[in-house]
């Protein structure tokens, strides 16, 4: 969520190709070897001749290489205008955007978003070509001035007779092939240097330290299971990289094991961040966030994750088999085809997997062929089954109704309490009528938890909670 980060990476897939490098290392031998020995062989004519063809065409190539550099440093500091113009041509050619580019007629404007872009960056390109120019003239001219002096060298010892016919047409040829050499050894220098500084940036990339700091794996913790102590968050503050707005501030909050916790709160209220912390996407800025009284940051990243099953708002659609689609909510398991179906039971897509062409096997999305496309509710009941594939101790669910029509959702959640029976259960909701059955609802504002209880208890105390139910209710009675 960094866009520095995605700049870098931007960089670093420019020298991924380790092959270009190897092939202009291969070519510079090549090069080389054709050079010396052309050289040796003009200069038993004349141990100047080479002298001067090198040594007249060596500033041009220096300066290639260094206006290369240049150029490089433009492209490389071009980074965001470079994902601007990808972004813009996803939008226009992609099956995503289409509907909306197309019935708001937004063609011409990503068209004109996407050459302003490259526009940008072209004249950042022109501006350094420019500068350099007149030196690339000239030392093209003192180049072409060594060859000429040692042609006309040549051409006026074979007219007094000095060297025969023959020896002219083999000099002039070795200068020849000496003057292609040089044009084509300085290039393979220039294209060298510039994919070893694009490896540079790919190394560089690999080499960044990760912002989740991780102990050594010696110092690991395993997480004992089953929990006991449950999740307590104290002082949990967390502002996002690149800003200073706190999202969450200062947030005291305890999840008992085996019961059933709401999150409610307008859009921007830290709902869903607050997963990304207890998953440990995101460390806190400040506090800390214990499990059985251990601080997340000492359990092993991977063991930590496994303890929590998790629907996002913003889950994937992966245009691959159904069996895959749920199967990566525990991905060790997806051979095994009991599982996977009882998963989609739980999550209501097992009707529609038995209505597919091929089952489980059926490819979903329209990415590939054959591929079957469903619908945004039935795209959610995926990842709400891909969620309960794993048999985690405690389920997060950050909106898992958004995308369902009425009738699912209520079969939903008149399943919930089967669902998360044993288990302890984090979900995030709009719509108060669904949390009402919650052991506890948690209300967020402002980075705060600002009112928590059960619903009783909220409709009690007349605040935040009871006014929005209130008035939920009142729509729907009207």
Not at 47 to 55: G, K, Q, R, S, T
Not at 175 to 200: A, M
């Amino acid at each position: 969520e960094d866009p520095r980060f995605h700049d870098d990476l931007e960089n670093a897939r420019r020298g991924a190709n380790c092959t270009d490098i190897l092939w202009a290392l291969s070519r510079l031998f090549v090069h080389t070897c054709v050079l010396l020995s052309t050289a040796v062989l003009l200069g038993r004519y004349h141990f100047l001749a080479p002298v001067i063809v090198i040594a007249t065409a060596a500033p041009r190539s220096a300066l290639q290489s260094l206006f290369m550099a240049t150029e490089w440093s433009v492209l490389r500091s071009g980074a965001p205008e470079a994902r601007q113009m990808q972004y813009f041509s996803e939008i226009v050619t992609g099956d995503e955007h289409a509907k909306e580019v197309r019935l708001f007629g937004l063609g011409d404007t990503f068209i004109g978003l996407y050459r302003q872009a490259f526009s940008t960056l072209y004249r950042a390109l022109q501006r350094v070509r420019l500068r350099w120019a007149g030196w690339n003239v000239a030392t093209a001219f003192c180049a072409a001035a060594g060859a000429g002096a040692v042609y006309a060298y040549i051409a006026v010892r074979a007219a007094v007779g000095a060297i025969t016919v023959g020896d002219f047409v083999l000099y002039i040829g070795l200068l020849f092939g000496l003057h292609n050499t040089l044009w084509r050894f300085s290039n393979n220098v220039k294209n060298g240097y510039r994919n070893l500084l694009d490896l540079s940036l790919f190394f560089d990339f690999l080499d960044l330290t990760p912002r989740l700091p991780v102990l050594p794996e010696n110092r690991r913790r395993r997480i004992r299971r089953p929990l006991h102590a449950g999740i307590v968050l104290e002082k949990v503050s967390f502002a996002y990289p690149g800003t200073d707005v706190p999202v969450l501030d200062g947030v005291d909050l305890e999840i008992e094991m085996g019961k059933t916790v709401a999150l409610v709160g307008a859009n921007g209220a830290g709902k869903t961040t607050l997963v990304k912390l207890l998953t440990r996407l995101y460390d806190p800025t400040d506090g800390r966030i214990l499990l059985d009284g251990v601080d997340l940051k000492e359990y092993d990243v991977a063991d930590l994750r496994q303890t929590f099953g998790v629907v996002l708002q913003d889950f994937v659609h992966y245009h691959l088999t159904a069996r895959e689609n749920i199967g990566f909510g525990q991905i060790d398991c997806m051979v095994d085809e009991e599982r996977v179906l009882e998963a989609a039971e739980r999550g209501q897509v097992a009707e529609l997997i038995a209505r597919l062409p091929q089952g489980l096997d059926s490819v979903l999305g329209r990415e590939f062929p054959e591929g079957v496309e469903l619908s945004g509710g039935e795209w959610q009941k995926m990842a709400i089954s891909r969620g309960f594939m794993r048999n985690a101790e405690v389920l997060i669910l950050d909106e898992p109704t958004a995308a369902l029509d009425a009738r699912s959702e209520q079969g939903l959640y008149e399943q919930f309490t089967e669902l998360v029976r044993g288990r302890t259960a984090l979900f995030i909701s709009h719509r108060l009528a669904t949390v009402r059955m919650a052991d506890r609802i948690v209300i967020l504002e402002g980075g705060g938890v600002v009112e928590e209880g059960n619903h009783d208890e909220l409709m009690a105390l007349g605040g935040r909670y009871a006014r929005l139910f209130t008035m939920q209710a009142e729509r729907y009675g009207s």
